[in-house]
C-alpha cells in the first residue's frame, strides 16, 4: 500500500496540534477508502492525491476537531462540523466529494460505505 500523500501535505490545507507520526493514521485511512473505492475509476493519480489529501484531513479533523467560535466568560466552545453526517460532516470531506467528478464518493456520502451483499438460495433437485 503506498500512500500518496505526506504528513506535510496533510498540514497544508489544516491546522493541527497532533505531533509528527499522529497523522499518519489518518492519511492510511484516506488512502484505504481512496484505493477500494477510487482507484478503479477513471480519475487521473493526480486527482485521487488530492482526494486523499482532503480524505486524509476530514479522518483527522474527526479526532482534532476544529473549533469555530469560543466564549470565555463561561467558557463555551462551538466546534465545526455540523453540515451533513460522514463525508459532508467537514468541509474537507465536502471538498473530496467535489473532487470527485466520478460521483463515487457522493454516492457513498448518501448511501452509507457498507458494500451491500446478496445471497440466493438455488434449490438442487437430484430425482435420477
Known amino acids: 500500500?503506498?500512500?500518496?500523500?505526506?504528513?506535510?501535505?496533510?498540514?497544508e490545507i489544516i491546522d493541527t496540534a497532533l505531533e509528527t507520526g499522529e497523522i499518519d493514521p489518518f492519511i492510511i485511512t484516506a488512502n484505504i477508502i481512496v484505493d477500494g473505492y477510487l482507484s478503479s475509476t477513471s480519475l487521473t493519480e493526480t486527482v485521487l492525491t488530492e482526494i486523499e489529501k482532503y480524505l486524509s484531513a476530514h479522518?483527522?479533523?474527526?479526532?482534532?476537531q476544529r473549533v469555530k467560535a469560543e466564549k470565555i466568560d463561561v467558557l463555551s466552545w462551538?466546534?465545526?462540523?455540523?453540515?451533513?453526517?460522514?463525508?459532508?460532516?467537514?468541509?474537507?470531506?465536502?471538498?473530496a466529494i467535489l473532487l470527485d467528478t466520478s460521483g463515487?464518493?457522493?454516492?457513498?456520502?448518501?448511501n452509507g460505505f457498507s458494500k451491500k451483499a446478496s445471497m440466493s438460495i438455488i434449490e438442487y433437485n437430484d430425482e435420477s
Not at 500500500?1 to 498540514?11: I, Y
Not at 479522518?59 to 482534532?64: G, N
Open 1 to 11: 500500500m503506498a500512500v500518496r500523500v505526506t504528513e506535510a501535505d496533510v498540514r
Open 59 to 64: 479522518c483527522l479533523s474527526v479526532k482534532d
Open 78 to 95: 462551538t466546534y465545526t462540523g455540523s453540515f451533513g453526517e460522514g463525508l459532508k460532516n467537514t468541509q474537507y470531506g465536502q471538498m
Open 104 to 110: 463515487t464518493l457522493g454516492a457513498l456520502a448518501e
